[in-house]
């Protein structure tokens, strides 16, 4: 047994462009996980825009530990779009689900409390992935 055991890539049977995507879907979760995890506010006030004043400390650790989780997720879809093709309907499956969830609590009733109406990019970008998501999704269900 080992870490990484033999690739799938030959078995999979969906489209390939929905396998890239996936890969370039990886990178854009690993590049803001390493800012969340590295900078000194975990981007919430530099990037998001947050007001830090009420609860810095909390918030900035939250970041950070989102931004963890982040990079880890980030790189197990990069593995499955490089290495574990037969997987990637089931990562943006759940990447769907994750986005979608995502949309939910930052559109819906739990965002409506941010201050002025303010959305930080990642609001406006997971708006965007849901339907794009949706169709990589599809695009790797159907055979090539």
């Known amino acids: 047994m080992s870490l990484l055991p033999a690739s799938t890539n030959g078995s999979y049977r969906g489209m390939k462009a929905a396998a890239w995507g996936l890969t370039v879907i990886a990178a854009a979760t690993i590049i803001p996980a390493?800012?969340?995890?590295?900078?000194?506010?975990g981007g919430a006030g530099v990037i998001g825009g947050l007001d830090l004043s009420g609860a810095e400390r909390?918030?900035?650790?939250?970041?950070?530990w989102?931004?963890?989780?982040?990079?880890?997720?980030?790189?197990?879809?990069l593995a499955i779009s490089l290495r574990y093709r037969t997987l990637v309907p089931l990562g943006l499956g759940l990447l769907t689900v994750e986005r979608a969830l995502?949309?939910?609590n930052m559109w819906g009733p739990k965002g409506s409390h941010l201050a002025g109406g303010?959305?930080?990019?990642?609001?406006?970008a997971t708006l965007v992935s849901v339907p794009v998501l949706t169709l990589l999704l599809l695009m790797s269900l159907r055979r090539a």
């Open 58 to 64: 909390t918030i900035v650790s939250l970041f950070a």
């Open 102 to 104: 995502h949309t939910w």
């Open 34 to 41: 390493l800012l969340h995890i590295g900078l000194p506010d």
């Open 66 to 77: 989102a931004g963890t989780t982040q990079f880890v997720w980030g790189l197990m879809l």
């Open 118 to 124: 303010h959305h930080p990019p990642e609001a406006w």
